[in-house]
């Protein structure tokens, strides 16, 4: 485990609180589950599959890691018709291109030192290898996390947004943090990278993906966290502002939305009403910002009807 900080001498409960006191340093604010998960991630050297909701710290999660380990954070963002070609390399076809041109100059003198058709055939063929080799390799997000030097995080982001045909291309690296090039061979890299995959449940994730990955999931927060949260975001905030924001919008989240209010946007309302100089929630004012916790008109018009009550209930 000499990739990672949790190697250090300690018992199990005091690392994971030190995971979370170092995430805290970072911004993140995360409980005792999530904390774990990362503990044994680490120590088992195992990939981590985070699940859950958009906006309640997926992606966060990985960013905060890389900045607790003070690793570089390399991202793959997932998309519908990803393929090898933008997830793990390609090749520099206009530096082939160009060395190209400079071999035109040299052809005439490889061909004549060459006695036969075959002979000059088999030294072309050299000079074709050449072409296939590390130097004309371009490397996208999968092999820069493999090769990095002193290790990295690797994020790959929303991976249910890509095909069932790309989780299988990540299944060998996943497990065995090395990639098969056919021009150039197997490569691996000397300090495994620390691997996040985020997913939003727009789809089933394939078995066989799940089996390498622990497996986390990551609900929106309770009141008491969401709190913490946002006075780490939003330190200025009136404190009794705080508990009626986050008290509304746990009242919210009860509500037949289409899409419920993430912490992000939760994070997002608290520093507009900080701008706006508001100390406590007011239906006017909700209503006139109730576009930033909602994005579907349809979810405005369902609220509005409970915007009274819910306002007195976050008082309490």
């Known amino acids: 485990m000499s990739n990672n900080k949790t190697s250090s ?23 005792t589950h999530i904390a774990t998960a990362i503990f044994l991630s680490q120590s088992l050297v195992k990939p981590i599959l985070v699940e ?34 933008k997830a793990l390399y390609e090749w520099k076809y206009g530096k082939q291109l160009l060395y190209t041109q ?6 005439n003198q490889i061909v004549s030192k060459s006695d036969s058709l075959e002979s000059s055939i088999d030294n072309l063929n050299n000079f074709d290898d050449i072409f296939f080799s590390e130097k004309f390799l371009e490397p996208r997000p999968l092999l820069k996390a493999i090769e990095s030097e002193n290790g990295s995080v690797l994020l790959i982001d929303e991976i249910d947004k890509s095909d069932d045909e790309f989780e299988a291309f990540l299944l060998e690296i996943l497990s065995d943090y090395q990639v098969s090039i056919p021009e150039i061979g197997t490569i691996k890299g000397n300090v495994k990278p620390i691997v996040f995959l985020t997913s939003n449940n727009t789809r089933e994730i394939g078995d066989a993906l799940k089996r390498r990955c622990l497996h986390l999931y990551i609900p ?3 009141p008491f966290l969401e709190e913490k949260i946002i006075s780490s975001r939003v330190p200025e905030i009136d404190k009794n502002l705080k508990v009626q924001l986050v008290n509304f919008v746990q009242g919210l989240r009860n509500l037949d939305l289409k899409k419920l209010p993430s912490v992000s946007e939760t994070i997002d309302w608290a520093r507009s009403l900080v701008l706006l100089n ?22 405005i018009d369902v609220s509005d009807p409970e915007i009274d009550n819910l ?3 976050s008082k309490k």
Do not use: H
Request: proline share 5%; with cysteine.
């Open 9 to 31: 001498n300690g018992s199990a409960k005091d690392l994971i609180e030190n995971i979370q006191s170092n995430f805290e340093k970072q911004g993140y604010i995360c409980n």
């Open 52 to 85: 859950g909701p958009p906006g309640v710290g997926k992606t966060e999660l990985a960013k905060a890691t890389a900045e607790w380990m003070k690793k570089p954070l390399i991202r793959l963002q997932c998309y519908e018709g990803l393929d090898e070609a």
């Open 102 to 107: 400079v071999l035109k100059d040299k052809l």
């Open 220 to 222: 929106f927060p309770d």
């Open 278 to 299: 508001v100390k406590s929630l007011e239906p006017n004012l909700v209503r006139e910002t109730l576009n930033i916790l909602l994005k579907f008109q349809t979810d």
């Open 311 to 313: 306002i007195e209930q």
